[in-house]
């Protein structure tokens, strides 16, 4: 190596003059080393010292005049070395050599910085170690989650992408600086939690006037086996306050909901510590009939394109998630009149348990409006099912009828 100073070479002499006082470390860099002695016990007037330093076999010296301290600059970080400090007389003579052993200091990395964290991924990077720019050297980096064996990776770049990473696992990061010959600097070190992984493709399955039906694809990278988590729904419409339930289904029924109006609805994967994933979204809109239906208010009807019994009609309603229709209203009866029957179809309404006493397939009972047609109900015992009998345009009138009666029917849901 090129150092500053004369060249010598070390050799024994007689303790003639006094040595100086130990040598002592008043600062110690990468590349430098300021070193102080004390004045040789007994000696006046003007002093002279020789110092020289080397590593791996190579030594340089300076002397020194009348100043019992030196700054050493050029030497290589991390390495080494052996310095000496011997008295000088006028005529040659030395005393004995006072020496130390001291190492340059091997700088880490600087400012390592998470730079971007996802579910199985992170990106990490750090300023190159000062003073290194000309010298022979790598990065080793190792990380680690709790329990774990470390992952230990090299690159000669100031960045690094770890990889293959557990999702929503908290990772241990350090970094050190390694010369050729292995020495390594200090750790530095930094930590980061992956990130928790939101549902995939949230779909609205189904809609109709009054509920909906969601699903969701499991979040990538996580299993029960290794995360205990769960799902939490919010769902809302403009103005309200939102609806907010969990489940460990990938799917859910959303009921209750206003007619003809659009919801929001969120859902995020939720760990047992309580730690939420990001919201995924989509909106919805209620008040679609299934195909053949036909929407009035908040309900949808279906007008049966068969003839059956009173029983077999209302199982087919049953069958189609909704039930033989229940008038509540003129205006209903309007609506439901404008479908022309094929001039009877079968209604939600009889008196079959009790004979007088007409009920709705809800088991509520028929009080008002009324809507039946001169000299109706008839009575008697086979007559114990409603029907709507369609006359002309308007409201329509209803008649009692044989519950075994094969017509047409209306179902509502």
């Not at 005393?95 to 996802?118: E, G, I, Y």
């Not at 279906?302 to 205006?331: H, M």
Request: net charge negative; aromatic share 8%.
């Amino acid at each position: 190596m090129s150092c500053d100073g004369d060249q010598h070479t070390m050799q024994s002499s007689d303790d003639v003059l006094p040595p100086p006082g130990d040598i002592q470390v008043l600062l110690l860099t990468l590349d430098s080393v300021s070193l102080s002695w004390s004045s040789p016990q007994g000696l006046i007037g003007p002093q002279t010292f020789r110092v020289t330093w080397g590593c791996d076999g190579e030594t340089s010296s300076t002397r020194v005049k009348d100043v019992h301290h030196l700054k050493i600059s050029s030497l290589k970080p991390g390495e080494k070395y052996q310095f000496n400090v011997a008295t000088e007389g006028e005529d040659g003579r030395q005393s004995r050599w006072v020496s130390a052993s001291l190492s340059t200091v091997l700088p880490a990395p600087d400012q390592l910085t998470v730079d971007s964290v996802d579910t199985t991924s992170a990106a990490v990077s750090w300023n190159q170690s000062p003073g290194l720019d000309h010298t022979q050297h790598h990065y080793q980096i190792s990380y680690r989650c709790s329990g774990t064996e470390p992952h230990i990776t090299t690159t000669s770049s100031p960045s690094i992408t770890l990889c293959d990473l557990k999702p929503a696992t908290e990772y241990s990061v350090t970094v050190c600086t390694v010369l050729e010959n292995g020495k390594q600097s200090q750790l530095v070190l930094t930590t980061f939690t992956t990130v928790l992984p939101a549902p995939d493709q949230l779909t609205v399955d189904s809609v109709d006037t009054t509920s909906a039906a969601v699903s969701w694809s499991q979040p990538p990278g996580l299993n029960q086996t290794q995360h205990h988590y769960h799902y939490q729904i919010s769902y809302q419409c403009p103005g309200t306050k939102p609806h907010i339930t969990t489940t460990s289904s990938h799917s859910i029924s959303l009921s209750d909901l206003q007619c003809g109006t659009q919801y929001s609805v969120t859902v995020c994967t939720v760990l047992e510590n309580g730690k939420q994933s990001q919201l995924v979204s989509t909106t919805l809109t209620t008040g679609s009939c299934p195909e053949g239906w036909r929407r009035f208010g908040c309900s949808c009807y279906y007008l049966s394109t068969e003839e059956k019994s009173w029983e077999e009609s209302r199982q087919d309603c049953l069958e189609r998630g909704a039930d033989l229709v229940i008038i509540n209203s003129e205006e209903e009866q309007t609506f439901i009149n404008g479908f022309e029957p094929d001039s009877y179809a079968w209604i939600g309404l009889t008196d079959s348990v009790t004979e007088g006493t007409w009920k709705w397939v809800d088991g509520t009972p028929l009080t008002t409006p009324r809507y039946w047609w001169s000299g109706e109900p008839g009575g008697g015992t086979y007559q114990n099912c409603g029907e709507i009998y369609y006359i002309s345009s308007g409201q329509g009138v209803w008649r009692d009828y044989d519950c075994t009666f094969s017509q047409q029917w209306i179902c509502e849901k």
